[in-house]
């Protein structure tokens, strides 16, 4: 299985390494990142950069499409060739996927009509804008399409999806090789359990 990752200047970094550490774990599996040129592109915060090995015009088809989220995702809901590169890429891919708001770049380029989808929660309702049915969910399946809520949840879907393709021994080898046992030392990770305040507080900034 290969997996190309879209990256670009504003990206959440873990919305694309999360799932890179898991889809390329198991044997035969491999990952790359695909950017509108070839090279470096800086992550949300400008500290981090992360490198395309390839441009879009070099991928022609993937077993798995994903895209991540990031505030540097919002001019690509515009930006006609990478949301006709999404649209290339999904009529040959196995599964194609996404992380955080990337899920509005599949419902720019017309992949969630009339499809049950997730994303980070602040931006979730936005889904509706493209035909979508937000659903508030870790991750979704909805035929071959395999939406992620926000930033964490990629790791969860990516092993998710790891189940479905090598079987569920295969992905909790890869579960038990990155050491992902989550035990935060907070219960907020949702907007359910979350302080109302806090809750309130990141909603006004976004």
């Known amino acids: 299985m290969k997996t190309s990752i879209l990256i670009f200047d504003g990206i959440t970094a873990l919305d694309a390494v999360g799932p890179y550490e898991v889809l390329g774990r198991p044997p035969g599996w491999e990952v790359e990142f695909v950017g509108k040129a070839r090279g470096e592109v800086r992550a949300d915060n400008g500290a981090l950069g992360l490198s395309a090995d390839k441009s879009l015009d070099e991928v022609e088809r993937t077993d798995i499409l994903l895209v991540p989220g990031g505030k540097g995702n919002r001019p690509l809901l515009r930006d006609e060739e990478v949301l006709e590169w999404v649209r290339r890429l999904h009529q040959g891919s196995t599964w194609t996927t996404s992380v955080c708001t ?10 969630l009509e009339g499809r049950r989808a997730t994303g980070h929660w602040l931006y979730l309702e936005h889904l509706r804008d493209f035909g979508a049915e937000p659903v508030r969910e870790r991750w979704v399946e909805d035929g071959k399409l395999l939406t992620a809520a926000g930033v964490s949840a990629g790791i969860d879907m990516a092993l998710h999806l790891v189940g479905r393709e090598a079987g569920p021994e295969a992905a909790q080898a890869v579960q038990l090789a990155i050491e992902y046992d989550p035990n935060p030392p907070f219960d907020a990770g949702s907007p359910e359990k979350a302080p109302a305040e806090i809750v309130a507080a990141l909603s006004e900034r976004s």
């Open 102 to 111: 990337g899920s509005l770049v599949l419902g720019a380029a017309g992949l």
